[in-house]
T-cell receptor, first 114, second 115 residues
């Protein structure tokens, strides 16, 4: 069975600085998808970034980028130029290639300070 | 805003009662998935509906059931509520047209409290 582990329950960063959130996963599949979701106090899950396992190039979306290490089964999220609006819970999630079921980690609470 | 709406936003029920939660999927999306998010945890997959049929189920007992309607909106029903059912229930819709489009759009959830 696939599992997703986020070992940092809480992180904090000063505005304009860079922060990296860690995620590891376990799977025997070769093709799959990985995601980072943001959940602000409004509770709505918002997709931050997506990575296809068959793509070696790390995904980037504006200030958000990932470091995808397939052999190590690691998928970290780097937030550059942190903004106050980045304050939220961040969840790493796995999806197998032949399923639409998301498997989430336990989340990392990120606080951005002025 | 994602276009996925859930109702009600908050709900308090007594142990043993039954509850129905509702979800309207984003326009053009034919797949709805339900997740349970306990306090301090990540969401757990309950089940998924695709074109009105159940299309995958997580490790939840049969008292968790669902429906999907011809307009692709969906309901989650929970019978014989237990205290541990207290959680945020999230609905997500997706187009599921092919493997290239895997983004799920989430609603704001229903906070269920069982007392």
């Amino acid at each position: 069975a696939q599992t997703v582990t986020q070992s940092q329950p809480e992180m904090s960063v000063q505005e304009a600085e860079t922060v990296t959130l860690s995620c590891t996963y376990d799977t025997s599949e070769n093709n799959y998808y990985l995601f980072w979701y943001k959940q602000p106090p409004s509770r709505q899950m918002i997709l931050v970034i997506r990575q296809e396992a068959y793509k070696q190039q790390n995904a980037t979306e504006n200030r958000f980028s990932v470091n995808f290490q397939k052999a190590a089964k690691s998928f970290s999220l780097k937030i550059s130029d942190s903004q106050l609006g980045d304050t939220a819970m961040y969840f790493c999630a796995f999806m197998g290639y032949n399923t639409d079921k998301l498997i989430f980690g336990t989340g990392t609470r990120l606080q951005v300070f002025p | 805003e994602t276009g996925v709406t859930q109702s009600p936003t908050h709900l308090i029920k007594t142990r043993g009662q039954q509850v129905t939660l509702r979800c309207s999927s984003q326009s053009g999306h034919n797949t709805v998935s339900w997740y349970q998010q306990a306090l301090g945890q990540g969401p757990q997959f309950i089940f998924q509906y695709y074109r009105e049929e159940e299309n995958g189920r997580g490790n939840f007992p049969p008292r968790f059931s669902g429906l999907q309607f011809p307009n692709y909106s969906s309901e989650l029903n929970v019978n014989a509520l237990e205290l541990d059912d207290s959680a945020l229930y999230l609905c997500a819709s997706s187009p599921q047209t092919d493997r290239a489009n895997t983004e799920a759009f989430f609603g704001q959830g229903t906070r269920l409290t069982v007392v």
